[in-house]
């Protein structure tokens, strides 16, 4: 069965819309929708990510060993320092990347 489809009309930076355009042109042969329902796809898992472990963080006492010099690793400071209900905010430089 096909996926009901919405269309959403929604705005965004013009660092953002660059962005989402060069990941449509390098990973979606130039389809812009395809990139945006990618992006959501996998902001859904990183939500879930999150959740997940901050359950296990809270009800296992789990944490990601230190690395060699005893320092917290990235994602576990990555995972833990942006709360599954936190927002993000988009800086200027953050559509360099691509």
Known sequence: MAEKTVVLNI?????????????AEAQHSGNL?????Q??????????????YE????EEEFSFPRDEIGATRAIEFFLSSFGANS??????GDA???
């Open 11 to 23: 705005r965004v930076s013009e660092p953002q819309a660059r962005w989402l355009r060069k990941l």
């Open 96 to 98: 360099e990347w691509l």
């Open 39 to 52: 992006t959501l796809t996998d902001s859904w898992i990183l939500r879930r990510c999150r959740e997940e």
């Open 55 to 58: 359950a296990l963080r809270i």
């Open 33 to 37: 929708s395809a990139a945006a329902r």
């Open 87 to 92: 927002e993000m905010r988009w800086e200027d």
